[in-house]
């Protein structure tokens, strides 16, 4: 079993940063693959960024390629999302997930098995 917690949401204008973090407890948290996920109002989960469970690799949405990093810390059971030069429609509430999804299903809901509350950015122009 996987808790995931996420944190560092918040209201910040366009072109500013937030780093958001997703605090994992659970034994097997360093074996899982973590996705980040937003929701917009309205809208189906969209894929953000995803990062095996090493760290040594990254997949991100072309939508936030760029802007956005996704980084670990296996030590300390948490995962960063560094979010710079944030544009309104970032505006979502963003989740973190945990699983082993294959290649090629990275930005699918499905694989994987937990996942967090969600916390809610808002970009304002």
């Known amino acids: 079993q996987v808790q995931l917690v996420e944190s560092g949401g918040g209201l910040v204008q366009a072109g500013g940063s937030l780093r958001l973090s997703c605090a994992a407890s659970?034994?097997?948290?360093?074996?899982?693959?973590i996705g980040w996920f937003r929701q917009a109002p309205g809208k189906e989960h969209e894929f953000v960024a995803r990062?095996?469970?090493?760290?040594?690799?990254?997949y991100y949405a072309d939508s936030v390629k760029g802007r956005f990093t996704i980084s670990r810390d296996n030590a300390k059971n948490t995962v960063y999302l560094q979010m710079n030069s944030l544009r309104p429609e970032d505006t979502a509430v963003y989740y973190c997930?945990?699983?082993?999804?294959?290649?090629?299903?990275?930005?699918?809901?499905?694989?994987?098995?937990?996942w967090g509350q969600g916390t809610q950015v808002t970009v304002s122009s």
């Open positions: 659970g034994r097997t948290f360093s074996r899982n693959t």
């Open positions: 997930a945990a699983g082993r999804p294959l290649s090629g299903t990275y930005h699918l809901t499905y694989p994987y098995d937990y």
């Open positions: 990062i095996n469970w090493s760290g040594s690799s990254t």
